[in-house]
DNA sequence: GCCAACGTTGGC
DNA sequence: GCCAACGTTGGC
């Protein structure tokens, strides 16, 4: 069977939810290399996980960020196991509702692959998807009309707010050349942010390792807020329990502590 | 920090 | 099972 392919969400900038950070960036993805991906509290993006096959292909999409943006290609190395942090009260993604009798969140592991020679902004996606045109800016001419239109159908263009997505094919290829090539970045990029080039430094990339906050390895991923939220109305229980992980748990996607 | 878009919840 | 109220996502 041939490799799909998706799209999924993390947080690249530190917030503490529950005294644990739940960043985790592309560095943080290239230094731990396999990462569960726990967390997923939408029961869109779980259905979609659960339809994953080890070896499918991922983008590994920076979000609630300065530059949100597609930054590395990584690989399902692990299909959809029932995500245990949804029974540790002491997890920001805790979900009072489920027990383990009937596992209701799951998740999938995920190996980093490579990053993206150039890492592609959201709003370099929005702009060719807002565009009128059917062609290409110059410097993405290669892309072709197709991939104009791939664009522009993108769930992550027209829908957003969900942390995992289907990719297809065709729109996969094309932002791994759009990520391997460029060619934005004197054009479409530098026009908007007015010189600012919004590549490599905001997302840690190239050889300059840039301010590192903290250690990796901790990172939540979009959903789990609302279980977070949740959560605090319990708090009974404190044992950890013996789900026989001895890893301890990468937290992934946001939590997005207290807003407003 | 704001707030639009959209998902979820719960009353009926 | 509709739908208004509410809460969250996440870009800007």
Redesign the pocket.
């Known amino acids: 069977m041939s490799p799909k392919h998706w799209l999924m ?1 993390a947080e690249p900038d530190s917030r503490i939810v529950k005294g644990k950070d739940v960043k985790f960036s592309v560095d943080d993805f290239e230094s731990i290399k396999t990462t569960s991906w726990e967390g997923v ?4 993006a779980r259905n979609i996980m659960k339809s994953m096959s080890v070896g499918d292909k991922v983008l590994f999409y920076h ?3 300065k530059t ?1 943006g597609i930054a590395a290609i990584a690989e399902v190395s692990k299909e959809a196991y029932p995500d245990y942090t949804a029974w540790d009260p002491d997890h920001p993604y805790f979900d009072e509702k489920t027990d383990k009798s009937k596992p209701k969140w799951y998740m999938v592991d995920v190996t980093f692959e490579s990053r993206l020679a150039h890492f592609i902004p ?2 370099l996606l ?1 702009s060719v998807a807002g565009s009128s045109k059917n062609d290409p800016d110059e410097g993405l001419s290669y892309i072709g009309n197709q991939g104009v239109k791939a664009i522009k159908t993108m769930p992550l263009v027209t ?5 995992v997505q289907h990719v297809d094919a065709e729109t996969y290829d094309l932002l791994v050349q759009l990520g391997e090539r460029g060619g934005w970045e004197d054009v479409s990029s530098a026009k908007k942010k007015g010189k600012k080039r919004a590549t490599a430094e905001d997302e840690g990339h190239g050889a300059i390792e840039e301010t590192r906050t903290s250690q990796p390895g901790t990172a939540l991923i ?5 279980a977070a ?2 959560r605090k109305v319990v708090d009974n229980s404190g044992t950890k329990d013996e789900t026989g992980v001895d890893e301890k748990p990468k937290l992934r ?4 502590a207290k ?2």
């Open positions: 969400k509290r939408n029961a869109e979000s609630n960020c949100p959201l709003s929005k829908r957003g707010r969900l942390s979009p959903e789990q807020k609302r939220k949740k996607r946001s939590i997005r807003r407003r």
